[in-house]
C-alpha cells in the first residue's frame, strides 16, 4: 500500500537515535522529507546524512524541546527550508529512576519539562500553521507505563507520559475541525539506547510478558507511526494505539 507519504514534511523529535531515527529513516523512505530534531547536535546530523546519503531530503536542527525558545527557532528553521510541516512526531523522551521518598527536585523538573512539556511547546508551535493549512498529523510517543505503572521508579517519567495522552485527546478535539489528526503510540519496552541500564533480569522479564519472547525493536514501531502520519489512517483521531507484542502477567 502506497502511504502517499512522498514531498510531506514530517518533523521528529529525538530523531537522532533509538525509535526516533527509526521514524526518520522510514519517512525518508516513503519519499518524505524529514526534520531530525535531536538535543543531540551530532547524532541529529548522523541521522540527516544516512537520509541524505540514500537520496532522501532531511535537516539536521539542534533542539531542547522543554525550551520553548528552541522550539519555536526549530519551527522557523523547518519552515524556512521546506515551506511547510505535515506532520509531527512528538518521539523525544527521557526517564530518570528513583524511589518517590528520594526522587530528586531536578529529576522531576527534567522529566516532566522533557516528556510533557516538550511535546506541548512541539504542537503550540505547529497549531497556528497546521490549523491555516486545515492540515496535519501530529503523533504522540507515550509509554504503557503511562497506563499500567512502572514499578522501579519511573514514577515520574509515567506520570508525564500519562499526561501526554490528556494532551493527546484534547488536541484531536481542538484541532479535529482543522483536519489534524491526532494520536499517540504507547510502546511496551523498546531495545533501544534508552533500556541500556536496564538489569538483564528485568529485560528477561520484559521478553517473557512478551507473547513473542521478545522485545520490541524500534523497526517494530514504524508501520503504525507511518499510518497514522498518513491520509491512509484519515478517520482515527483520538486514540492511543498500544505496542506491547501482546504482553500479558508473567
Ligand atoms: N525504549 C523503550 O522501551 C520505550 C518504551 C516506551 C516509550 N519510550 C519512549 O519512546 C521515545 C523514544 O525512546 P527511545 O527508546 O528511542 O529513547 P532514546 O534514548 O534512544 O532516544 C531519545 C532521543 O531523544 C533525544 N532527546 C532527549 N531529550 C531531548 C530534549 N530535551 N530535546 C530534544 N531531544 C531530546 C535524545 O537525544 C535521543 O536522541 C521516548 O519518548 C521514550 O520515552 C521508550
Redesign the pocket.
Known sequence: MDLKLAGKVAIV??????????YCLGFAEEGAYVVV????AE??QQTAAEIRAKGGKSLPIK?????WG?VSNMFNKALSEFGHIDILV??????GMAKIEDFPEELLERDI???LK?AFYCTKAVARHMKERRYGKIIY?????AVRGHEAGGSA?AAA?AGMLGLMRSMAKELGSFNINVNAV??????????ANLPEERKEINRKQSVFGR??E?EDMVGIVLLLASDRASYITGQSILVDGGQRPT
Open positions: 523529535t529525538g530523531g537522532g537515535q533509538g525509535m526516533g531515527k527509526a530534531a535531536d538535543i543531540n547524532t541529529a533542539v531542547d524541546i522543554s525550551k528552541d512528538n518521539n523525544a523522551g527521557v526517564r519539562n522533557v516528556n516538550g510517543q507515550s509509554s504503557s507505563t517519567y507520559k504507547v510502546p511496551s519496552v523498546f531495545n533501544t539506547p534508552l533500556i522485545l520490541g524500534p
